[in-house]
Nanobody, 127 residues
Framework: QSQLVESGGGLVQPGGSLRLSCAAS????????IGWFRQAPGKEREGVSC????????NYADSLKGRFTISRDNAKNTVYLQMNSPKPEDTAVYYC????????????????????WGQGTQVTVSS
């Protein structure tokens, strides 16, 4: 069964750091662009970051540039989201998603582009 599984969420203090992982099972991520999205209570799902299948292109939400870093390790079939200096407003359920339908050097932060989704991991930023 093909699935994406997020891990690494939890409680983190403002200004701390946290690394989320998105591991694929049942398929290889080599040819998939991967996106991270988040949804806070009462808010719509929003794009956080994405990385192209080649790993050569990344995109970030404007409010997150410089604080979050996306990377991928195809040998481990895993994509990471490094969260540095998180803020309380970053509290949300974080989801990873995959799509094979983008060119190898392209990723876009649009949920409709992604066909496979994980179940999400809760991130709470609080002192």
């Amino acid at each position: 069964q093909s699935q994406l599984v997020e891990s690494g969420g939890g409680l983190v203090q403002p200004g701390g750091s946290l690394r989320l992982s998105c591991a694929a099972s049942g398929f290889t991520l080599d040819y998939y662009a991967i996106g991270w999205f988040r949804q806070a209570p009462g808010k719509e799902r929003e794009g956080v970051s994405c990385i192209s299948s080649s790993g050569g292109s990344t995109n970030y939400a404007d409010s997150l540039k410089g604080r979050f870093t996306i990377s991928r390790d195809n040998a481990k079939n895993t994509v990471y989201l490094q969260m540095n200096s998180p803020k309380p407003e970053d509290t949300a359920v974080y989801y990873c998603a995959a799509t094979p339908r983008l060119p190898i050097r392209l990723c876009v932060l649009s949920p409709s582009v992604f066909s496979s989704w994980g179940q999400g991991t809760q991130v709470t930023v609080s002192s």
